[in-house]
């Protein structure tokens, strides 16, 4: 799972070349005169898009049930989470394993400066591997997501509300979440305005960060925070195009703080490592930027942009732990 242009397609290729692309009718009555043969076959059968054939999960329930002995058989590629895929009622659910697949991360591009994968976002085509492609790629790929894709997977919005709501988002990226302030804002009720948040976080766009709870005596702050998961459409989205741009904003530390955010927990993902993700905020403004519980142990990490490490900066980090 994830994002349109993450790279699923071509890591799938890598992997298997028995690959059908299930949005295209075409492809979809190649499947099926092919079906015996794939199935049977000694590779992976890679069904890209799935969740636009909602008849083909009854279908690889049935052959996963016929030899549960092996493992491996499907390789299927989604952009959206199994929540939004409402026309499949069959789950799959003890057969299938949920991989997502980010945007580039630092620990796949050593060669690359850090401070550009942070300003262009790690999309492939976005502008990491062709500087003059950023930032128009990302504005294409929004409005094409507005216009076309969050549509077709069933967001009740028009394209024009859509790239509003967009806007919103960036500026309130970094935020604790205030859904009645934004539907205000867009003329919609709160309720509207969480559904629509629903949908960008699952189609990978959005990432809500849970606060954090625990038998503490100060009164926690009870609303998540929203981020943008990859960098690069946040700054095409609030109109940075350049880094001097970026750095004289006066929300860059919040972007800085997203940023590492996603290197952090996409590092996790790599390594196949269990966590849970949250923030700390009390109500007398005792905070940190992200919590792990990871296993039996607790990590605390507050992230600034700055030159250097200050001792008042380990002060309010001991206030929290």
């Known amino acids: 799972m994830g994002a349109r242009q993450t790279g699923k397609t071509t890591l799938a290729k890598s992997i298997s070349p028995v690959y059908f692309d299930l949005e295209l009718e075409s492809e979809r009555l190649r499947l099926d005169l092919q079906w015996e043969n794939a199935v049977r076959g000694p590779r992976p059968l890679v069904l890209d898009e799935a969740q636009n054939y909602a008849a083909i999960f009854p279908r690889i329930r049935s052959a996963i049930d016929s030899d549960r002995q092996r493992n491996g058989s499907f390789l299927i590629l989604g952009s959206v989470s199994p929540g939004l895929m409402k026309p499949v009622s069959e789950s799959l659910a003890g057969r299938i394993a949920?991989?997502?697949?980010?945007?580039?991360?630092?620990?796949?591009?050593?060669?690359?400066?850090a401070d550009r994968l942070w300003l262009v976002g790690g999309y492939p085509d976005g502008g990491i591997q062709n500087k003059k492609l950023y930032p128009a790629w990302q504005r294409n790929y929004l409005d094409v997501l507005a216009m076309r894709d969050l549509p077709n997977w069933g967001l009740p919005s028009k394209p024009t509300v859509t790239a509003r709501f967009f806007k919103m988002l960036a500026a309130a990226h970094g935020t604790l979440w205030n859904a009645s302030?934004?539907?205000?804002?867009?003329g919609l009720s709160y309720h509207t305005i969480n559904i629509y948040l629903d949908y960008l976080e699952q189609t990978y766009l959005i990432r809500r960060l849970p606060?954090?709870?625990?038998n503490v005596r100060k009164r926690l702050v009870k609303s998540p925070k929203i981020y943008w998961k990859d960098s690069g459409l946040l700054h095409a989205l609030m109109n940075v195009d350049r880094l001097d741009d970026l750095l004289a904003q006066p929300w860059v530390g919040i972007s800085w703080e997203g940023w590492v955010i996603e290197q952090v927990l996409t590092a996790?993902?790599?390594?196949?490592?269990?966590?849970e993700a949250y923030f700390f905020r009390t109500s007398d403004r005792h905070e940190a930027d992200l919590v792990l519980r990871l296993g039996r142990n607790t990590w605390v990490l507050e992230i600034k942009l700055a030159s250097g490490v200050e001792r008042k900066d380990m002060h309010r980090l001991e206030a929290c732990v």
């Open 268 to 275: 996790l993902n790599h390594r196949g490592i269990n966590y």
């Open 98 to 113: 949920l991989v997502e697949l980010s945007p580039f991360s630092m620990e796949e591009l050593p060669d690359a400066a």
């Open 181 to 186: 302030q934004l539907g205000k804002s867009m």
């Open 211 to 214: 606060p954090y709870s625990a």
